[in-house]
């Protein structure tokens, strides 16, 4: 039997493309896309076929005692309010049969744990001809989950991205698996998301593990989205090739080339003023040489295009500014 890698591409959603170039962050204000998911109604209709979900409590009641009308956000409103301040794409995560209709006008459906596990949902959903992000349910093995998304491919035109949302480890908590996201890739040849909820703190880690984007929380604040963006920005630099097609996208990679380049300088300049600052004989005058020539080569060996010829006039500008940093600080330091 065949192990080699399904050839299937990328995902269009709107305007934004999902597994080529850089990666993506859908979430917050600030991501390159939204996606909305209203509470449950009471009441709701359910898809045919699906089993009933118990009621999770008694009926809200009014200060009176009297039953109320659930203020529950529906798919249309929550659609609507993203709309009204968002220009670019919008994902929706139907909860029942109900919400279909007004999912139709999104970009793209979200299907989560929950509904991963309602096959005639699963079915509805893809019907929409809609792109289909497909969250793991924390329980589900990597065949049952990329099973469930060949299911959706036959209806949404194989137009389907994987969301690793990670397994239950203990009561309430979750825990991405990066080992599984990664294996759905390979196994798949489908892009695959990284779910951080409200959280960014694995933003770098997914973006190293080959998460082709990231899936914040919908209500996720400019910081969250911030931080995941300049995951991606950095890491996806470093560990994710891109092939542009065009002198805005290679520009756009450039880019981010430069901004993790700005982050190893400064990096860089941070440890060298600590070596100034341990070493008997600092500054220009302490330079050495020989060690320098072993670094270029070091280099060299990493960036062979450029070779020892053209890196060692960069990082001797490098080191130089490094030094000029120091004895500057050294003077502050004694004024």
Do not use: Y
Not at 70 to 82: D, F, I, K, P, Q
Not at 128 to 154: K, M, S, Y
Not at 187 to 194: E, I, Q
Not at 201 to 223: F, H, I, K, Q, W
């Amino acid at each position: 039997m065949s192990t080699a890698r399904p050839e299937r591409g990328a995902v269009r959603v709107g305007t934004l493309t999902v597994g080529a170039g850089p990666a993506v962050v859908i979430g917050g204000p600030g991501a390159d896309a939204r996606w909305v998911s209203p509470a449950e109604h009471r009441g709701r209709a359910r898809a045919a076929g699906s089993p009933a979900e118990p009621p999770t409590g008694p009926p809200a009641q009014s200060p009176t005692g009297s039953p109320v009308e659930s203020t529950a956000e529906s798919m249309a409103e929550a659609l609507g309010r993203v709309r009204a301040r968002w220009a670019g794409p919008v994902l929706a995560e139907p909860r029942s049969a109900a919400d279909l209709p007004a999912a139709a006008g999104a970009d793209g459906v979200v299907l989560g744990a929950a509904q991963m596990r309602d096959p005639a949902l699963v079915r509805a959903a893809a019907g929409l001809g809609l792109p289909v992000l497909l969250r793991r349910a924390p329980a589900a093995t990597l065949q049952e989950w990329l099973a469930v998304a060949d299911r959706c491919a036959a209806g949404c035109g194989d137009r389907v991205m994987l969301c690793e949302s990670g397994s239950r480890t203990e009561p309430g908590g979750t825990t991405l698996d990066l080992a599984l996201m990664r294996a759905a890739r390979e196994r798949s040849g489908r892009p695959v998301l990284a779910d951080l909820g409200a959280d960014p703190a694995l933003a770098a880690a997914a973006v190293a593990a080959g998460a082709d984007g990231l899936l914040l929380a919908p209500d996720a604040g400019a910081e969250e989205t911030l931080a995941a963006r300049e995951a991606v920005r950095i890491v996806g630099a470093v560990t994710r090739r891109e092939v542009p097609e065009s002198v805005v996208a290679a520009r756009g990679a450039i880019d981010r080339v430069d901004a993790a380049l700005a982050v190893l300088l400064e990096r860089r300049a941070e440890l060298a003023g600590t070596i100034q600052r341990l070493k008997p004989v600092g500054g220009f005058a302490g330079r050495d040489m020989e060690r320098e020539r072993r670094l270029v080569a070091e280099m060299a060996r990493r960036a062979p295009t450029l070779g020892e010829a053209r890196l060692a006039p960069i990082m001797n500008a490098v080191i130089e500014a490094g030094l000029h940093l120091a004895e500057e600080r050294r003077a502050a330091a004694r004024d």
